[in-house]
């Protein structure tokens, strides 16, 4: 059974601050790693997507990938407001390469 | 452009009734399709996924089925409604950049 772990939060951060979000999978043979943002209501929408170790920066956002520790992180700089949303973590393995997702990090972004 | 539907957006059925979800993507061919299931304050579940015309994989049993009548269509059906079957059903297609999800079909079961 592959799992996809992320602390459930609620997390909350001043404005401006830097939001740390963590993730932890199961299965070592997953090849990609991705980062969704869920607005209440919403579908989730792609974010951020990593396949290699290391870090990778996208405007405000690095995602960042340790193969060995099986962890996933995004790191969101300078957060806003706007920012606030529940993030999904997202491992990608099997024969479609389907997405196994973690149940989500709230965040909370106050002004 | 490429692109996916998804309709309705919302939708109340009585316990016992069927329902139909349709899901379609515009700008590419052969796509993987995927169902996943958010039920309230919970992940995302995966429910169905195809890689082709006719090919479905279950990942979960449960009171649904999915079909892929053309290539770019994929349907999620039940004919008799649960109410555990309440949730955001949404719709997702894989593409180089990674997975885009429909607007999604929230269910309510009374």
């Known amino acids: 059974q592959k799992e996809v772990e992320q602390n459930s939060g609620p997390l909350s951060v001043p404005e401006g601050a830097i939001a740390s979000l963590n993730c932890t999978y199961s299965d070592r043979v997953s090849q990609s790693f991705f980062w969704y943002r869920q607005y209440s209501g919403k579908s989730p929408e792609l974010i951020m997507s990593i396949y290699s170790n290391g870090d990778k920066e996208d405007g405000r956002f690095t995602a960042q990938l340790n193969k060995a520790s099986q962890y996933v992180s995004l790191l969101i700089r300078d957060s806003q407001p706007s920012d606030s949303a529940t993030y999904l973590c997202a491992v990608s393995g099997g024969s479609a390469r389907q997405l196994t997702f973690g149940s989500g990090t709230q965040l909370t972004v106050l002004p | 452009s490429q692109t996916i539907h998804q309709w309705p957006a919302t939708l109340v059925q009585p316990v016992g009734s069927p329902l139909s979800l349709e899901c379609t993507v515009e700008?590419?061919?052969?796509?993987?399709l995927y169902w996943y299931r958010q039920a309230a304050g919970r992940g995302l579940q995966l429910l169905f996924y195809?890689?082709?015309?006719?090919?479905i994989s279950s990942e979960v049993p449960q009171n649904l089925s999915a079909s892929r009548p053309q290539d770019r269509q994929f349907i999620l059906s039940s004919k008799k409604l649960l109410l555990s079957d309440s949730g955001f059903y949404l719709c997702?297609?894989?593409?180089?950049?990674?997975?885009?999800f429909g607007s999604g079909t929230r269910l309510t079961v009374v």
């Open positions: 997702a297609w894989r593409t180089p950049h990674g997975y885009t």
């Open positions: 195809s890689v082709g015309i006719g090919q």
């Open positions: 700008g590419t061919s052969n796509p993987n």
